[in-house]
């Protein structure tokens, strides 16, 4: 008898409300006992002993992924350094010292110029500013002096 009859007869019994049939619960019984010798459970305490092949299977298939992943570094090394060559260092632009300091003083001295050129009409607008700040504050003491009469 298999769990599909035993399910179907105890769904039975308990939907009819009678009496379960002879046996069954002895079968049962029997039925529950051949399964917990085949299968052991964690509440018992057994565990399958691990055999020596499985734990040298284990220490065999990490020693080839270790391999796999070496040669996967290699590779992707190799790669790198045959299809991305270094970039060659550039090179000075002058040999003599006193050259570049005078072409980088020409060079500050430009952009020194231009930003001052930048700077003078900034200047001019900040005194405009300055005009109509003191215009508004004679503006605003006279209504003060007015709106106090």
């Known amino acids: 008898m298999n769990e599909q009859e035993i399910d179907e007869l105890v769904r ?25 010798a085949e299968q052991p459970t964690e509440q018992s305490g057994e565990q399958k002993p691990q ?32 299809f991305y060559p270094p970039t060659p260092q550039r090179k000075d632009t002058f040999t003599n010292p006193q050259e570049a300091a005078l072409v980088a003083q ?13 700077l003078k009409p900034v200047a001019e607008a900040g005194h405009d500013m300055d005009k109509v700040g003191a215009t508004l504050t004679n503006q605003l003491k006279i209504i003060i002096k007015h709106s106090e009469q």
Do not use: F
């Open 12 to 36: 039975q019994a308990l939907e009819s409300e009678r009496k379960l049939p002879e046996g069954l619960p002895d079968r049962l019984l029997l039925h529950l006992q051949r399964l917990a």
């Open 51 to 82: 055999t020596k092949l499985s734990i040298r299977r284990r220490k065999m298939n990490l020693r080839l992924v270790g391999i796999a992943a070496s040669l996967l570094i290699c590779a992707g090394l190799y790669t790198a350094l045959t």
């Open 106 to 118: 020409n060079a500050l001295m430009l952009l020194s110029t231009q930003l001052n050129k930048g």
